[in-house]
């Protein structure tokens, strides 16, 4: 299962062409924008996650867009998990990139079935920041233009 947002724009009656244009060129702006600091919020391992975060469709003129995780984990990343039990060997993977140590796993997966996982939010801050900071800024400066 991908995590992803869709993004559309408001559909009114008797939008002029120009009108139109701009709202696109807004949305995309602020997606790519959203894009950009998703990647640089999301947790890091082996970086799959973050390489894979993306905008579709990847260009302008669109009307609607999905910023996507591209991964089947990026939700429990996100939202963390409920405890639950987790596969030893992936698990033994990490344990030796991020704490030194293989054997470490099994700790790890104890805690993991009592505990859970944190949630390690990356999209939802990153839409926050978006329509806060950046969107005010880019409808400013499409529309002087």
């Not at 559309?8 to 702006?29: A, I, R």
């Not at 890091?44 to 975060?53: E, M």
């Not at 104890?110 to 939010?121: F, L, M, R, Y």
């Not at 939802?124 to 900071?133: L, Y």
């Amino acid at each position: 299962m991908n995590m992803q947002f869709k993004v559309s724009t408001p559909k009114l009656h008797k939008q002029t062409e120009d009108l139109l244009e701009k709202q696109q060129q807004v949305l995309f702006e602020a997606m790519i924008k959203m894009e950009e600091i998703a990647k640089l919020k999301a947790p890091v391992d082996t970086g799959d996650l973050k390489r894979r975060i993306h905008v579709t469709p990847s260009q302008k003129g669109h009307s609607e867009y999905t910023l996507s995780d591209g991964v089947n984990y990026g939700i429990h990343v996100e939202y963390g998990t409920k405890p639950h039990r987790v596969p030893i060997t992936p698990l033994m993977g990490w344990a030796g990139r991020v704490l030194g140590d293989p054997k470490a796993a099994f700790a790890v997966a104890n805690k993991i079935s009592k505990e859970g996982t944190p949630a390690q939010p990356f999209f939802r801050p990153a839409m926050h920041e978006v329509q806060v900071k950046w969107l005010p800024q880019i409808t400013q400066k499409v529309f002087s233009q």
